[in-house]
């Protein structure tokens, strides 16, 4: 089955303890993102990726880290996470690029920092 | 201003109503353009893409109007299933990695 896994799906944790949520996809998609969404807001992106060793800031970068070694994962990291950065995250893949091809998403994870 | 924008309602409508929907944008080289659904905090999913010449799959019409910088979502005969919220994407042309989402538009269909 076509998918998009992302890892924990549920954290609570407490400031300062670097943290890495993963994020793995089986479609052979070149294009990876990972966006965050809060209350009433639509999701705004962090960081995209459009192949190996290619990575981008978005709209909301500051605080995270992503890699992408693999074509196939794409971790988001918070070296040292703050109450601000409690969000639900949601990576996403395809094929082409987001300019002509829809994005598929994980099932998201909900991240609390106490 | 915000580079896309939609109505947040609520739309409340009964069972078999017409609803529509806009999202403005103000990228004018804004390329592509997408609706997704999302429900109740779960993942985005793919509704319909927007094209030029406008599109129509089923109960939903999508429309672009690039004079005016916005895309519209037309649900005929709506059902109970189609309450959820209604996120417009716009992409620039000259980054396949960007990708915006308005903040999205929530509709409740009621009996």
């Known amino acids: 089955e076509a998918q998009v896994t992302q890892n924990p799906r549920y954290l609570i944790t407490v400031t300062g303890k670097k943290l890495t949520v993963t994020c793995s996809q089986n479609m052979n998609h070149e294009y990876m993102s990972w966006y965050r969404q809060d209350p009433g807001l639509g999701l705004r992106q962090i960081y995209y990726?459009?192949?190996?060793?290619?990575?981008d800031k978005g709209d909301v970068p500051e605080g995270y880290k992503v890699s992408r070694k693999e074509k196939r994962n794409f971790p988001l990291i918070l070296e040292s996470p703050s109450p601000n950065q409690t969000s639900l995250y949601f990576c996403?893949?395809?094929?082409?690029?987001?300019?002509?091809?829809?994005?598929?998403f994980g099932d998201g994870t909900r991240l609390s920092i106490l | 201003r915000k580079e896309v924008e939609q109505d947040p309602g609520p739309f409340n409508v009964p069972e078999g109503a017409t609803v529509a929907f806009n999202c403005t944008y103000s990228n004018s080289a804004s390329q592509s353009f997408f609706w997704y659904r999302q429900d109740c905090r779960k993942e985005p999913k793919l509704l319909m893409s927007?094209?030029?010449s406008g599109n129509e799959d089923g109960r939903f019409t999508a429309q672009l109007n690039r004079a005016s910088q916005y895309i519209s979502l037309l649900i005929r005969d709506s059902k109970l299933s189609d309450s959820a919220t209604y996120l417009c994407?716009?992409?620039?042309?000259?980054?396949?990695?960007?990708?915006?989402f308005g903040d999205g538009t929530t509709l409740t269909v009621k009996p």
């Open positions: 996403a893949s395809s094929s082409q690029g987001f300019l002509n091809q829809p994005q598929h």
């Open positions: 990726s459009m192949n190996v060793e290619v990575t």
């Open positions: 927007v094209y030029s």
């Open positions: 994407v716009v992409n620039p042309n000259t980054n396949a990695g960007k990708s915006t």
